[in-house]
């Protein structure tokens, strides 16, 4: 299978949108009603700030995507790289395209000028943890709750 990687074009954005319900249930493990609204939200408000999706395709199928966006640090207020999502169809999985979505996403970031990336991960999510650490990415600081 030949991967190609570019921006989305406009059938894959709205390919993209149209699985951003099963996107979030996916990485959140939060399943409402309105999980597809609230995904659209997010995409809309980066794609409006400049971000853009980085596609993995082959001639006949979108295979997944990386969000390239960007956000704060926030303790330093240095722009920073910000990876807002990351989704491999089903069928797609355990072919190496989220490694070499998100190592493309690395080239991308660089090009833009960006020397530190990030993203946030749900710690119910073993097999992305795993596979951002494999690439590189270190915990920087949890992010805990209790319900009261």
Known sequence: MEIEYGKATQSELEEIFSLAGVNRAEATGIQADNNKEEMIASYENSLDHGAYFLVART???LLGWVLVDRSLDWFTHKEIGW????????????????E????Q?????????????????FS????????????????VHKFMRVEI
């Open 100 to 103: 070499s979505l998100i190592e």
């Open 83 to 98: 990876i807002s999502d990351v989704y491999v169809k089903q069928e797609f999985r355990q072919n190496g395209v989220a």
């Open 105 to 121: 996403s690395l080239v991308e970031f660089k090009h833009l000028g960006y020397n530190d990336v990030r993203l946030n991960v």
């Open 59 to 61: 001639q006949e199928f």
């Open 124 to 139: 119910f999510n073993e097999k992305a943890i795993r596979l951002y650490e494999k690439i590189g990415f270190k915990e």
